[in-house]
């Protein structure tokens, strides 16, 4: 079965460290750029970050800019989202998407698809 496996995610006081995993499964990743999303209660989707394939560029949204960073080991077929200094505006489930057209998948974009989508893992920043 083609999927995306999420894994991470948990509650964590302001000011701390989460970081989220995205595993492929039965495909390879390193054919697909890929983007991370959020989407808080009453709140539409946001896109945070993505990375391209081969390059490894990479683009994230104005609100986690320095503080998140996604990076991708192909070897294991696996993309991360690091997150640092984390508030409580950044409670959300968070999501992966995977996508051979990394235009959509990056924040700033007026319309976000994929291929394949994760299940969600809930991050949670409270005191």
């Known amino acids: 079965q083609l999927q995306l496996v999420q894994s991470g995610g948990g509650l964590v006081q302001p000011g701390g460290s989460l970081r989220l995993s995205c595993a492929a499964s039965?495909?390879?990743?390193?054919?697909?750029?890929i983007g991370w999303f959020r989407q808080a209660p009453g709140k539409e989707r946001e896109a945070v970050s993505c990375v391209s394939s081969s390059l490894g560029v990479t683009n994230y949204a104005d609100s986690v800019k320095g503080r998140f960073t996604i990076s991708r080991d192909n070897a294991k077929n696996t993309v991360y989202l690091q997150m640092n200094s984390l508030k409580p505006e950044d409670t959300a489930v968070y999501y992966c998407a995977a996508s051979p057209l990394l235009s959509r998948l990056c924040p700033g974009q007026d319309a976000h698809d994929a291929d394949f989508w994760g299940p969600g893992a809930q991050v949670t920043v409270s005191s």
């Open positions: 039965g495909f390879s990743l390193d054919l697909y750029a």
